[in-house]
């Protein structure tokens, strides 16, 4: 149900300019190149099995759940959704519930298998100086821009302009064809665990369902900020800001 609303939510964010694509970076430790697609590449991503942008791996992470497969075992991985037109300034700085970063991870998280979120570089900005860490500002023709993106298009609740850049690590599947111990609830004796059917690895269908949450918290943020009672409301409503921000 959810990737249907975000099916749709991504239509009416295509009416207002943004695009929302996702893609795998990583599966069973085998990790995509520093690579990212563009708003166009959705296309060559949907082609790839494993959906994946660098092709270069395409084989390798086929290879690793083959390898699980073989093993009786299960793989997880890292998915990566970009949003790209997202103007500067939707979400809020000075309300915790109405945070766009604080929404996006919750949505996130609530992909199950999903065990860790990352806004932009996320934990690699944790080993860096402060001096190296954030994205300096720079006055160019264009107006105002930042020399990098390290904090993937989100910084004090609200987007910055740049394309959003949501992570996600998805951890292996729990039900395994190799039963892993447990405990018998009634005995409280050891026992194996359920053996079922299992998936090797799901994480190209979770880019899928990450990409929709993301466009459903997107299109949210974008009613409460340019809300009207009709399409033609909100376009009206959402370039009269655009307007707005280009004369500063």
Request: hydrophobic share 45%.
């Amino acid at each position: 149900a959810r990737t249907v609303v975000g099916y749709l939510a991504k239509q009416l964010l295509g009416e207002l300019g943004v695009s929302v694509i996702s893609h795998v970076i990583a599966i069973g430790g085998v990790a995509a190149g520093q690579d990212r697609p563009t708003s166009s590449d959705g296309g060559v991503i949907d082609a790839s099995p494993v959906r994946t942008f660098d092709r270069s791996v395409e084989a390798a992470m086929v290879a690793a759940i083959d390898q699980a497969h073989e093993a009786r075992d299960t793989v997880g991985g890292v998915i990566e959704v970009l949003a790209f037109g997202v103007p500067a300034g939707v979400g809020s700085h000075v309300h915790w519930d109405r945070r766009l970063d604080a929404a996006l991870a919750a949505a996130m998280m609530s992909i199950p298998a999903i065990k860790g979120v990352a806004i932009g570089d996320g934990w690699e900005i944790a080993n860096l100086p402060g001096s190296v860490a954030h994205d300096e500002i720079d006055f160019v023709e264009s107006g105002f821009a930042r020399r990098t993106d390290r904090a993937g298009g989100l910084e004090g609740g609200m987007s910055t302009g740049q394309t959003i850049r949501v992570r996600g690590a998805m951890k292996p599947l729990s039900t395994l064809m190799r039963p892993l111990d447990t405990v018998d609830v009634i005995t409280e004796e050891p026992a194996l665990a359920i053996r079922e059917r299992s998936d090797v690895c799901a994480v190209p269908a979770a880019a899928v369902i990450a990409e929709s949450v993301v466009a459903f918290e997107l299109a949210s943020a974008f009613l409460e900020k340019f809300g009207g009672d009709s399409l033609v409301e909100i376009r009206r409503n959402h370039r009269g800001y655009l307007e707005q921000i280009r004369e500063y």
